[in-house]
């Protein structure tokens, strides 16, 4: 069945908004943190007073009684501050009525800035920042990084590819370059059947070659001066829409237009 389903003309792509749930709950519990998670409902905002109520009816011996209750709270707190730039990242990955695939690589770099151990972090919350970043690395590279790739270059918001490393920036732009090349050979019309010419013809026809090295070279040379004008075009605003982009843009940037046709109509939009 898998196997079958790879032969169809579709990426697959798992739900990235399900996948940071999950690492976030894999964590919750590889960090020691779930049993105070059950205290008190972080995304739902409820809960906090009947969490209060229990830390505060917990047997603390005399005066540790009100000292170990702040301090639950406090954790609580901690964690619930930690866990806020998920809740924002899964709901921006889960969205439907804007592009959401492009986004993914962004999001998922500035949860690992955020998750990045510091100094002043008391040791539940390093333990649970490892077993965050190292499940969501694995999640991550199990993910269709080429198409994540790909699509994140050809969104005007994302262009400059901040979220990759310089090596992998370079090899993105060369994936994007084959897929201009390609695309334009394949607008290119079929070359007409002739008959076989003959030896003496053959050699005369083969000095001529070296015009097609020349040929190829202009070729390349198009798509590099298509692609820098994309590059140089400026950035837009976060809050914009990159399909409208495309959109109005297509005619400046028609070698990459069908490329990013192609990317953007597979992208996470809610069409009404």
């Not at 505060?56 to 954790?75: M, V």
């Amino acid at each position: 069945m898998v196997a079958a389903a790879r032969l169809l003309p579709f990426e697959h792509l798992p739900c990235m908004a399900h996948s940071l749930q999950r690492t976030v709950t894999v964590s919750l519990k590889d960090s020691g943190l779930e049993r105070r998670c059950n205290k008190m409902e972080f995304y739902a905002g409820d809960g906090k007073e009947d969490a209060e109520k229990q830390i505060s009816t917990d047997h603390y011996p005399g005066a540790a009684k009100e000292q170990g209750c702040h301090g639950e709270l406090a954790k609580l707190q901690k964690l619930e501050e930690l866990l806020e730039p998920c809740r924002y990242v899964t709901e921006l990955l889960g969205g439907e009525q804007y592009v959401s695939c492009s986004v993914v690589l962004p999001a998922l770099r500035h949860l690992f800035r955020v998750m990045e151990p510091s100094d002043d972090d008391p040791v539940y919350v390093l333990r649970f920042k490892k077993a965050f970043t190292t499940d969501l690395a694995q999640r991550k590279d199990s993910t269709n990084l080429k198409w994540l790739k790909i699509t994140t270059a050809l969104d005007p918001r994302f262009k400059d590819l901040k979220c990759l490393t310089k090596d992998e920036r370079s090899e993105v732009w060369a994936s994007v370059r084959d897929l201009m090349m390609r695309e334009t050979r394949a607008q290119q019309p079929p070359a007409e059947t002739t008959e076989e010419p003959s030896p003496k013809k053959r050699r005369r026809m083969s000095i001529l070659l070296c015009s097609f090295d020349s040929d190829t070279d202009d070729e390349e040379e198009s798509i590099e001066h298509y692609l820098d004008r994309y590059k140089a075009e400026p950035k837009m605003d976060i809050e914009g829409c990159p399909l409208q982009w495309w959109s109005k843009r297509e005619g400046a940037h028609a070698r990459l237009a069908p490329i990013a046709r192609k990317y953007r109509n597979w992208l996470n939009v809610k069409k009404d």
